[in-house]
């Protein structure tokens, strides 16, 4: 069984930077795709940030150009650096990673949760 652990989550103040981590117990060649997604109180779980085995990268439009996204093979981790936080980016930060199979099939595994707080 594959497990994700999260790490890095704080209570930081608008226009701050958090790096959260996601390592994996398994190697990250195994999984076609791994991202972060989030879930705010309230709300739906969404996608925040999603990086290929192959480095493509692809953002939420409400991330880009502060969130990155980044993955370090040696140590099985993903990483997302935040910069410029801002309030409505408070959530539960989720890490995923995901296998794909030809025949449309998938597989995901998540982690527990980190908890992202930014106060104005």
């Known amino acids: 069984q594959v497990q994700l652990v999260e790490s890095g989550g704080d209570l930081v103040q608008a226009g701050g930077s958090l790096r959260l981590s996601c390592a994996a117990s398994a190697s990250i060649f195994s999984f076609n795709t791994m991202g972060w997604h989030r879930q705010a109180s309230g709300k739906q779980r969404e996608l925040v940030a999603a990086i290929t085995s192959a480095g493509a990268t692809n953002y939420a439009d409400s991330v880009k150009g502060r969130f990155t996204i980044s993955r370090d093979n040696a140590k099985n981790t993903v990483y997302l650096q935040m910069n410029s936080l801002k309030p409505e980016d408070t959530a539960v930060y989720y890490c995923?990673?995901?296998?794909?199979?030809?025949?449309?099939?998938?597989?995901?595994?998540w982690g527990q949760g980190t908890q992202v707080t930014v106060s104005s």
């Open positions: 995923n990673a995901r296998i794909s199979w030809v025949d449309g099939r998938k597989r995901d595994y």
